[in-house]
């Protein structure tokens, strides 16, 4: 389902924007359960300007998701929906003229100070015995074929003896310590380091902290391989950790980290240029296009594209006044174009006729439709054709 605001060239889900205040009723979908899909929340910054993108005040909306992020946790709402864990937020600005993309993702990290220390890291297949394993995997695999689990980035790794293990929700602690056995906590992880945890679990320790207290914590970095779990690729770390002076207060916004890095290793936006992969011709069409849509935004809303674009025009003489015409056509979204003349090009038409060179004069001089439907290709390589059609002709012959 796609919003009516989105231009058609552009396919957003809906519910990734807001309702649209037009509409009576507003339409509620959930992302259904994918095994290869993990949906998070997230923001996009999307500046019309370059310089619009360089003033951007970063750090007042870095600070507004680190907030949200630990509101978030201070008020049991990551319980229900773990992914709130993972916000995130990009800033971009895309120069549509030249084909550069500026952009800058930034991923909050609550930091804890003192930091967790890390005391074991390890393979997963190190660390469970085959029986183990085995049941391990058989539960995450269920885990992530479940719809209505498969999209949750945390969870709790409940052992309760050598054949018997399942993944709860996040909701499900304090059943799992009342119940007994061990308990891990998993989250999924992006990194493919063998001796690194990915940055989701920065967020996962803090929520640790604050939510159950926890001084130490056996964690299940889960990995897959081919779409599956692999305990050869999944890590099981033991960290010890304590609360940081005045995380109780929820008032006191712990500190940050969590800029990409450019490529250059340093702060900054990335920039890519994608003119070099690009079809010049579509290049052409697509600057062309978009000089009429800033022209309808800016002066003439009411302007139809679709109708220019559509239009066939035959246009009787490729003189002085046929010639400049054929270009403010194409100009203007005119695609299709018939020349009608039966003459040469002259030495004198190439100062008084915007479609002719002096190479068309030579040798007796080119058919002026010919060098016309020639240049115009040179000029806008996105003319479809030449296609007669009597509802629209204009006469633009010398007058001699």
């Known amino acids: ?51 619009t993108f360089k003033a951007l005040d970063r750090r007042a909306l870095f600070n507004l998701e680190v907030q949200k992020i630990w509101e978030d946790i201070h008020s049991g709402k990551v319980e229900e929906d773990s992914s709130l864990l993972c916000r995130f937020f990009l800033i971009s600005y895309a120069d ?9 993702f930034a991923f909050p990290a609550l930091v804890l100070e003192p930091p967790a220390m890390l005391t074991d890291l390890r393979r997963a297949s190190e660390v469970f015995s085959i029986e183990e394993g085995t049941a391990l995997l058989a539960a995450c695999n269920e885990w992530r074929q479940s719809t209505s689990t498969a999209g949750v980035p945390f969870f709790l790794v409940h052992i309760i003896s050598n054949v018997v293990v399942r993944l709860r929700p996040l909701r499900d602690w304090e059943a799992c310590q009342q119940e007994g056995g061990k308990v ?21 320790l803090a929520f640790a902290v604050v939510r159950w207290g926890l001084e130490r914590a056996t964690v299940l970095c889960y990995r897959e391989k081919g779409g599956f779990g692999d305990l050869q690729q999944c890590l099981v770390v ?75 025009c035959l246009l009787l003489g490729a003189g002085t006044l046929g010639c400049q015409v054929a ?22 038409n190439p100062l008084r006729q915007s479609l ?37 002709a204009w006469t633009f012959c010398d007058s001699r």
Not at 14 to 41: A, H, Y
Not at 327 to 348: F, K, Q, Y
Not at 370 to 384: D, Q, S, T, V, Y
Request: aromatic content about 10%; some cysteine.
């Open 96 to 104: 549509l003229k030249k084909w550069n993309f500026y952009y800058w």
């Open 327 to 348: 270009r403010n056509l194409m100009a203007w979204g005119v695609r299709h174009i018939t020349l009608v003349d039966r003459g040469h090009v002259a030495m004198s």
């Open 184 to 204: 891990l906590l998993g989250f999924y992880d992006p990194c493919h380091l063998p001796a690194n945890p990915g940055w989701p679990l920065r967020n996962f």
């Open 1 to 51: 389902m796609f919003h009516e605001q989105v231009s058609n060239h552009l396919k957003l889900l809906s519910e990734s924007l807001q309702p649209d205040p037009g509409r009576g009723t507003s339409v509620s979908i959930k992302f259904s359960g994918n095994r290869n899909l993990c949906p998070v929340p997230g923001i996009l910054y999307n500046m019309n300007t370059l310089d």
């Open 238 to 312: 033991d960290i010890l950790v304590s609360t940081p002076p005045g995380w109780s207060n929820h008032e006191l916004v712990p500190k940050a980290v969590g800029w990409e890095l450019n490529s250059h290793g340093k702060l900054g936006p990335r920039l890519i240029n994608l003119a070099t992969e690009m079809d010049p011709k579509r290049l052409a069409i697509s600057a062309a296009d978009l000089n009429l849509k800033l022209m309808r935004w800016r002066a003439l809303p009411s302007l139809d594209l679709k109708c220019l674009s559509s239009t066939k």
């Open 356 to 392: 002719y060179t002096h190479d068309d004069c030579l040798n007796g001089g080119k058919l002026k439709v010919n060098a016309a439907a020639e240049n115009l290709k040179c000029i806008f390589p996105g003319g479809r054709g030449c296609f007669y059609d009597h509802s629209n």
